[in-house]
Protein backbone atom coordinates (compact mmCIF):
# COMPACT_ATOMS: atom_id res chain seq x y z
CA UNK A 1 0.00 0.00 0.00
CA UNK A 2 2.63 2.13 0.86
CA UNK A 3 4.59 1.90 -2.13
CA UNK A 4 0.99 2.58 -3.97
CA UNK A 5 0.85 5.97 -2.50
CA UNK A 6 4.71 6.81 -3.30
CA UNK A 7 3.79 6.04 -7.00
CA UNK A 8 0.20 7.92 -7.14
CA UNK A 9 2.27 11.23 -5.25
CA UNK A 10 4.67 10.76 -8.03
CA UNK A 11 2.61 10.82 -10.70
CA UNK A 12 0.76 14.54 -9.16
CA UNK A 13 4.27 16.01 -8.28
CA UNK A 14 5.73 15.51 -12.04
CA UNK A 15 1.89 17.28 -12.38
CA UNK A 16 2.60 20.05 -10.33
CA UNK A 17 -0.16 22.17 -9.39
CA UNK A 18 -2.10 20.52 -10.94
CA UNK A 19 -1.65 17.15 -9.57
CA UNK A 20 -2.01 18.68 -6.15
CA UNK A 21 -5.60 19.63 -6.70
CA UNK A 22 -6.56 16.32 -8.75
CA UNK A 23 -4.95 14.56 -5.52
CA UNK A 24 -7.40 16.52 -3.14
CA UNK A 25 -10.28 16.20 -5.57
CA UNK A 26 -10.23 12.44 -5.88
CA UNK A 27 -8.86 11.43 -2.36
CA UNK A 28 -7.77 8.15 -2.88
CA UNK A 29 -4.65 8.90 -0.49
CA UNK A 30 -6.02 11.54 2.47
CA UNK A 31 -6.13 15.08 1.83
CA UNK A 32 -3.25 15.67 4.66
CA UNK A 33 -0.64 13.18 3.19
CA UNK A 34 -1.60 15.28 -0.20
CA UNK A 35 -1.25 18.34 0.98
CA UNK A 36 2.06 17.88 3.05
CA UNK A 37 3.67 16.12 0.12
CA UNK A 38 3.55 19.10 -1.63
CA UNK A 39 4.57 21.14 1.00
CA UNK A 40 8.17 18.98 0.88
CA UNK A 41 7.82 20.04 -2.78
CA UNK A 42 7.67 23.74 -2.01
CA UNK A 43 10.70 22.92 0.63
CA UNK A 44 12.58 21.77 -2.76
CA UNK A 45 11.77 24.68 -4.29
CA UNK A 46 9.74 22.90 -7.29
CA UNK A 47 6.57 24.66 -6.59
CA UNK A 48 5.61 27.70 -4.95
CA UNK A 49 3.58 27.69 -1.36
CA UNK A 50 1.00 30.12 -2.65
CA UNK A 51 0.62 28.05 -5.80
CA UNK A 52 -0.12 24.60 -3.93
CA UNK A 53 -2.17 26.43 -0.87
CA UNK A 54 -4.45 27.44 -4.03
CA UNK A 55 -4.09 24.39 -5.89
CA UNK A 56 -5.29 22.32 -2.91
CA UNK A 57 -7.96 24.92 -2.03
CA UNK A 58 -9.53 24.33 -5.11
CA UNK A 59 -9.10 20.48 -5.38
CA UNK A 60 -10.89 20.11 -1.88
CA UNK A 61 -13.63 22.26 -2.68
CA UNK A 62 -14.22 20.74 -6.12
CA UNK A 63 -13.92 17.41 -4.06
CA UNK A 64 -17.22 18.81 -1.83
CA UNK A 65 -19.55 20.29 -4.63
CA UNK A 66 -19.01 16.46 -6.14
CA UNK A 67 -20.29 15.60 -3.22
CA UNK A 68 -22.87 18.41 -2.92
CA UNK A 69 -23.92 17.85 -6.55
CA UNK A 70 -24.30 14.09 -5.72
CA UNK A 71 -26.97 14.98 -3.19
CA UNK A 72 -28.86 17.20 -4.99
CA UNK A 73 -29.05 15.38 -8.02
CA UNK A 74 -29.72 11.80 -6.39
CA UNK A 75 -30.96 12.47 -3.09
CA UNK A 76 -30.96 9.72 -0.32
CA UNK A 77 -32.53 7.19 -1.90
CA UNK A 78 -29.49 7.21 -4.55
CA UNK A 79 -26.77 7.77 -1.91
CA UNK A 80 -28.40 4.35 0.17
CA UNK A 81 -28.02 2.32 -2.78
CA UNK A 82 -24.81 3.51 -4.22
CA UNK A 83 -23.11 5.51 -1.80
CA UNK A 84 -21.00 2.54 -0.16
CA UNK A 85 -19.05 2.86 -3.70
CA UNK A 86 -18.01 5.53 -3.16
CA UNK A 87 -16.66 4.89 0.42
CA UNK A 88 -19.66 6.90 1.87
CA UNK A 89 -20.83 5.02 4.81
CA UNK A 90 -24.33 5.00 5.92
CA UNK A 91 -23.76 6.06 9.62
CA UNK A 92 -21.59 8.75 9.13
CA UNK A 93 -24.49 9.91 6.09
CA UNK A 94 -26.98 9.83 8.82
CA UNK A 95 -25.16 11.84 11.96
CA UNK A 96 -24.16 14.68 8.79
CA UNK A 97 -27.62 14.63 8.12
CA UNK A 98 -28.45 15.24 11.64
CA UNK A 99 -26.04 17.90 11.99
CA UNK A 100 -26.98 19.82 9.59
CA UNK A 101 -30.85 19.75 10.21
CA UNK A 102 -30.20 20.62 13.65
CA UNK A 103 -27.14 23.34 12.91
CA UNK A 104 -27.96 24.39 9.47
CA UNK A 105 -25.68 26.00 6.97
CA UNK A 106 -22.92 26.60 9.99
CA UNK A 107 -22.27 22.51 9.94
CA UNK A 108 -20.67 23.06 6.29
CA UNK A 109 -17.23 25.10 7.91
CA UNK A 110 -17.48 23.61 11.15
CA UNK A 111 -17.89 19.69 10.29
CA UNK A 112 -14.95 20.04 8.31
CA UNK A 113 -12.80 19.31 11.40
CA UNK A 114 -13.97 16.43 12.34
CA UNK A 115 -13.14 13.43 10.58
CA UNK A 116 -16.21 11.24 10.77
CA UNK A 117 -18.62 13.29 9.14
CA UNK A 118 -15.86 16.42 7.31
CA UNK A 119 -16.86 14.89 3.38
CA UNK A 120 -20.33 13.55 4.38
CA UNK A 121 -21.83 16.43 5.51
CA UNK A 122 -21.45 18.28 1.50
CA UNK A 123 -24.35 15.14 0.90
CA UNK A 124 -27.35 16.71 3.29
CA UNK A 125 -26.16 20.24 1.71
CA UNK A 126 -27.12 19.13 -1.54
CA UNK A 127 -30.42 17.60 -0.57
CA UNK A 128 -31.68 20.42 1.44
CA UNK A 129 -30.96 22.78 -1.70
CA UNK A 130 -28.25 24.36 0.60
CA UNK A 131 -27.37 27.91 -1.82
CA UNK A 132 -24.29 26.98 -4.04
CA UNK A 133 -22.59 30.07 -3.09
CA UNK A 134 -22.91 29.40 0.08
CA UNK A 135 -21.93 26.15 0.23
CA UNK A 136 -18.68 26.96 -1.59
CA UNK A 137 -17.98 30.24 0.71
CA UNK A 138 -18.17 28.47 3.85
CA UNK A 139 -16.25 25.00 2.37
CA UNK A 140 -14.10 27.29 1.23
CA UNK A 141 -13.46 29.28 4.67
CA UNK A 142 -13.06 25.66 5.96
CA UNK A 143 -10.48 24.10 3.00
CA UNK A 144 -8.18 27.05 3.04
CA UNK A 145 -6.78 26.62 6.68
CA UNK A 146 -6.24 22.89 6.30
CA UNK A 147 -4.89 23.18 3.51
CA UNK A 148 -2.41 26.15 4.56
CA UNK A 149 -1.73 23.80 7.62
CA UNK A 150 -0.57 21.01 5.76
CA UNK A 151 1.35 22.90 3.00
CA UNK A 152 3.23 24.65 6.29
CA UNK A 153 3.95 21.26 7.92
CA UNK A 154 5.20 19.26 4.99
CA UNK A 155 7.91 22.41 4.26
CA UNK A 156 8.97 21.95 7.95
CA UNK A 157 9.43 18.02 8.10
CA UNK A 158 10.74 17.94 4.45
CA UNK A 159 11.84 14.46 3.95
CA UNK A 160 10.01 13.24 7.09
CA UNK A 161 6.35 14.51 5.18
CA UNK A 162 5.48 10.26 5.53
CA UNK A 163 4.98 10.67 8.91
CA UNK A 164 2.72 13.34 8.93
CA UNK A 165 0.20 11.33 10.17
CA UNK A 166 2.10 10.70 13.58
CA UNK A 167 3.74 14.57 13.79
CA UNK A 168 0.85 16.19 13.13
CA UNK A 169 -1.06 15.14 16.03
CA UNK A 170 0.57 18.14 18.61
CA UNK A 171 -0.77 20.66 16.36
CA UNK A 172 -3.76 19.58 15.30
CA UNK A 173 -5.03 19.59 18.50
CA UNK A 174 -4.12 23.54 18.82
CA UNK A 175 -6.17 24.04 15.48
CA UNK A 176 -8.95 22.03 16.30
CA UNK A 177 -9.20 24.41 19.23
CA UNK A 178 -9.19 27.10 17.07
CA UNK A 179 -11.90 25.57 14.61
CA UNK A 180 -13.94 24.96 17.82
CA UNK A 181 -13.99 28.22 19.31
CA UNK A 182 -14.84 29.68 15.31
CA UNK A 183 -17.85 27.26 14.94
CA UNK A 184 -18.82 27.89 18.89
CA UNK A 185 -18.97 32.10 17.81
CA UNK A 186 -21.03 31.21 14.60
CA UNK A 187 -23.04 29.18 16.42
CA UNK A 188 -23.78 31.91 19.17
CA UNK A 189 -24.29 34.28 16.36
CA UNK A 190 -26.66 32.23 14.70
CA UNK A 191 -28.66 31.31 17.98
CA UNK A 192 -28.86 35.15 19.03
CA UNK A 193 -30.27 36.08 15.46
CA UNK A 194 -32.53 33.80 15.40
CA UNK A 195 -34.17 34.68 19.25
CA UNK A 196 -34.20 37.69 18.01
CA UNK A 197 -36.30 37.06 14.91
Known amino acids: MENLIYQILHVLSELGYLGIAIGLMIEVIPS ?10 VS ?17 VLAQLFLYWMGYYGGRPFLDRYGKYLLIKKHHLDIAEKWFAQYGSGTIFSARFIPIVRHAVSIPAGIARM ?11 AVLPWSIL ?15 K ?19 LFYLVHYVKKRRS
Open 32 to 41: EIVLSYGGYL
Open 150 to 164: FVLLGMKIGENWAEI
Open 131 to 141: PIWRFIIYTTL
Open 166 to 184: KITSEYLFSFLLIALVIAL
Open 44 to 60: LNKISFVGTVIAGTIGG
